[in-house]
């Protein structure tokens, strides 16, 4: 019989378990019972001791190092089995605060290493839920009550909201209230359903799958509060040194699992697009171009460009190469933006770049590093690279028609860096004089 | 009609017609938290960081300066005159006739069309505020140019930009609908006209709103410009909501495209900046719109509201004679 404890380290039970584990001196300890569970796991991979968590402190770091290698290729789901094992909850729950503290205590807030513990998490829970088998619906239940989400309105789901987590169009919305449970669908919607099974529509739009997404969202707003929280007392009181052991521990395997060379980035991350910062050879391009150099100026050019700008219009200084999926890990902003952007400027061109040359919808997705495929897909990422913005000087000789050099142009060397030194001038400039009609 | 207002007549409006107690009750009720801007040039609301204490010295304001146009904040400051100390901010929808991406009118600026079109959508979005997500505290304004939604209701007003921007994707239909579910381990397709609920059933009302307002010469992301004549070519079945049919004739293939792009059309009906500004200030109700010389003024009832019968300004008339 599987418990709530398994999904949801926020219950009233997971804290008594916490309670009543105390001081973290022993967290790194060898645990044979953990290790017996782990090892008994079916599917586990044995053969390589390193894969077994033997304390719960590494359990934690395991959480992690899960979430941060089943994206990439290779990965091995024997490796991590004991994580879908509802056996260890209860050394999970722990390994859950342990992870969470270290995070509050070592890293800054809206960190890359903050970001992504509380991905993990919600990750895990997502994960889990797969396996769960005939008890899913009820431990559904179960922890959404804990959670106290039955029958919310939406205004006090807005923090998830807001930060992106949850999308307000995946919610079915009644008079403010999220509708989530069955019978309230059916009373509230019977009569517009007409020509299929109210029970079914209901299964599809709601079902298991959006109170799963509910719960795993919520919990990763709790476990992000929660590391605030550590946050900020750990300026007052001094974590403790096994705290700080984890930390360290983390942001070693964020480093190591990600290969970066140039340490942690700090001003990586996405940020609207400000059109209006955009240099002449950007505006032109995506005013739509003429033969001759509209492969280019659309494939390497715009495409490399919106999508840095969108996503990471600082690597020139942080020098850190990143995939397009350290950014936007569900790539739903390259496909609900960026692409976006991509296509409707070849389509403006003259003629419309992908009439005569379809081919070079492979070469946008290969450009952005997933390879020669037609769809944007996870998997494939890696097989190309992420291509950084041509230089001016290479616009000049390559894409001469596009390069119309205002005064801003000459003062720099790259049309990224031009976009950053703008967006910051508009941005102290911004009027005071608007207003709106 | 929709001519600029000399400077004469914006005297005589502000001396003869307006008056203060016609003021929406929302903005009185807490006027002095609020900052006030004005142009007294026609290049732009240049005198801002004013706050009036009480309607009386607005008021007289009003009737010394008679501006070229009168704003107030959306937000409610401690202290308004340094904008300092920021509580909380109406929620704002800012549909504009004249900057609508489809509308069936050819005018330059606006016409009676187009600004009825507006008052259609601006009728579906205040629905779908009050039905979908049950806020309440909602006013309609004509701005001169179109209509301004401002939300009042408490569980809105302290809500940050991200938030806003949600809800006006929600509200607008700028979000392509999800297609793909599952159900009892299989994964299947429906198109948003097939579920009569939820976000599924507010984007049918935008799209259908849409398509029946193009002109045929409309560019749409990802979708030819054939395409967009056959959505004209066969939108009459969309009048009796056939849209299987409909979908048929325009193809399998390119309808996701057609979907994907009329939610990036649907974002452009209302200017997004001023929803999620929470500093932003607008026009105020009551306030003369000089460019066209209409009357900025809340709307009662939105069902009925003809500006050409009731947002002239004496003057006008007077003119025409
Ligand atoms: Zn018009």
Known sequence: ?437 | MFEAATPLERKRYYREEWDVRKLPEFIARNIHMREFGFDHTGRGPSDRYRVFDDEKRLSRFMRARFPFAAYSSVAFYREPGKRRGWQRSELIFDVDAKDLPVRSCNCEGVCETCLDEARELVLMMVDTLRGDLGLGDVHVVYSGRGYHIRVLDPGVMELGSEVRAEILRYTAGARRPRRKFIHSGESYEMEHFSIPLGYHRVFTERAKHVFLHMRGDERIENVTARTVREVVKNRELLLEDRWGEFKRRIGPRVYPRLVAGVAGINMKMVDAKVTIDLKRILRLPTSLHSKVSMICMEVKNPETFDPLKSAVPKFVHERES
Not at chain 1, 118 to 132: C, H, K, P, T
Request: overall charge negative; charged content about 30%.
């Open chain 1, 1 to 437: 019989m599987v418990s709530s404890l398994f999904i949801n380290p926020f219950s009233e039970d997971a804290r008594e378990i916490v309670r009543n584990y105390g001081s973290p001196d022993t967290i790194f300890e060898a645990s044979s019972a953990l290790l017996d569970t782990v090892k008994r796991t079916r599917g586990q991979n044995l053969d390589d001791n390193s894969l077994l968590p033997g304390s719960i402190g590494e359990l934690a770091i395991k959480r992690l190092e899960w979430y941060l290698r089943r994206q990439r290729k290779g990965f091995d789901h024997g490796d991590y089995a004991y994580l879908m094992n509802p056996e260890i909850e209860e050394y999970d729950v722990i390994a859950f605060y342990v992870l969470a503290q270290a995070a509050g205590a070592g890293f800054r807030r809206g960190s890359r290493e903050v970001r992504l513990v509380v991905e993990s998490a919600g990750a895990l829970v997502e994960d889990r839920f797969r396996v769960l088998g005939s008890e899913r619906a009820e431990i559904i239940e179960e922890v959404l009550i804990e959670l106290g989400s039955e029958g919310t309105g939406w205004i006090e789901l807005s923090e998830l909201i807001g930060s992106g987590k949850l999308r307000l169009t995946d919610l079915i919305l009644h008079r403010g209230r999220v509708v989530i449970d069955e019978d309230e669908f059916l009373m509230t919607f019977q009569d517009r359903i007409t020509d299929r099974d109210p029970r079914s529509l209901y299964a599809a739009l709601v079902g298991l799958e959006l109170k799963e997404t509910l719960i795993s969202r919520i919990i990763m707003q709790k476990t992000e509060d929660y590391i605030e929280r550590v946050s900020e007392m750990s300026s007052t009181v001094e974590p403790h040194p096994i705290i700080i052991e984890t930390a360290e521990r983390i942001r070693e395997t964020v480093n190591e699992v990600t290969s970066f060379r140039g340490g942690p980035v700090k001003s990586a991350g996405q940020g609207k697009l400000v059109p209006d910062a955009f240099p002449p050879c950007i505006r032109g391009t995506l005013d739509g171009v003429k033969s001759g150099n509209r492969n280019d100026a659309i494939v390497l050019l715009l495409t490399s460009f919106i999508s840095y700008a969108r996503l990471y219009p600082s690597v020139f200084r942080d020098r850190t190469p990143l995939k397009v999926s350290d950014l936007d890990p569900d790539l739903r902003v390259v496909r609900e933006e960026i692409l976006p952007i991509i296509y409707g400027a070849a389509e403006r061109c003259e003629p419309p770049l992908f009439e005569d040359d379809p081919q070079e919808k492979l070469n946008i997705t290969a450009k952005l590093g997933f390879g020669v495929h037609d769809e944007l897909e996870p998997e494939h990422e890696g097989e190309s690279k992420w291509y950084t913005p041509m230089s001016c000087e290479k616009i000049k000789i390559h894409l001469p028609d596009l390069c119309r050099p205002d005064e801003l142009c000459r003062r720099i060397t790259n049309p990224l860096t031009y976009y950053n030194r703008k967006r910051w001038e508009l941005q102290k400039e911004k009027s005071e004089q608007e207003g709106e009609d």
